[in-house]
C-alpha cells in the first residue's frame, strides 16, 4: 500500500513539473553552404530577392535533427516581412563569401511550426535546392540564426556537434 501511494505521489509531482524544452541533437544552423554565387534581384538599387548557387546541406523536412546529403543547385529566396534589414544583411555577407569554398552556415534550423496557432517552434526548417535551370519562386528567407552567416571551420562544434561532419560532405560533394 505504502509503495503504490509513494508511485502516484512521483507520478502527480512529475505531471506538476514545468516541461523542460527538448531540440533534437542541438541542432541550430539551418542550412550549410559552400556558396559560388550570389545573384541580387534587381540587379539595381535595394534587393528585394536573392538567388544563391553552390552546394548545400538542408534539413529533412519534419525531422529531428537530421540533414539531407549535400546537394549541388541554388537556394531562390525573397525578403522576410518585418526582418528586411537583416534579410540583407545576411545576402551581403553570404555575396562576401562566394567563391571563397568557405563553408558557411545560416538560417535557424527550428522554425515556429505554421499549424501551431501558437507558433511554437516544433518543425525543421523547409528548404528547396533547385536543379540548376529549373524554374522557381522564392521563398521566404528563413529566420536568421543568432550571429547571421558563419563560417564552419574543421572541429567546430560549438554551434551545432554535427557541423564538423557536415562541412566534409561539403567539400567532398564540391569536388565531385
Known sequence: MKSV?????????????????VIAKNASIGIYAIVDQVTFE?????????RISGVFVVPVPLSSGNYRSP??????????????QVTRRDWSELKTVAGS????????????????PHGNPHTSLEVRVHA?????????????????VTEVKAGDTDRDPHSSKIAVQLRDALHR
Not at 42 to 50: D, F, I, L, Q, T
Not at 71 to 84: D, I, K, N, S, V
Open 5 to 21: 501511494f509513494l508511485l502516484v505521489a512521483a507520478s502527480a509531482l512529475f505531471l506538476l513539473l514545468p516541461p523542460n524544452p
Open 42 to 50: 534587381p540587379e539595381a538599387g535595394p534587393p528585394n530577392s536573392v
Open 71 to 84: 546537394q549541388r543547385g541554388y537556394l531562390y529566396f525573397r525578403l522576410a516581412p518585418g526582418a528586411e
Open 101 to 116: 569554398g568557405k563553408v558557411v552556415g545560416f538560417g535557424q534550423y527550428w522554425v515556429p511550426n505554421p499549424n501551431d
Open 132 to 148: 540548376v535551370g529549373d524554374p522557381a519562386t522564392p521563398d521566404v528567407y528563413p529566420l536568421a540564426q543568432p550571429g547571421g
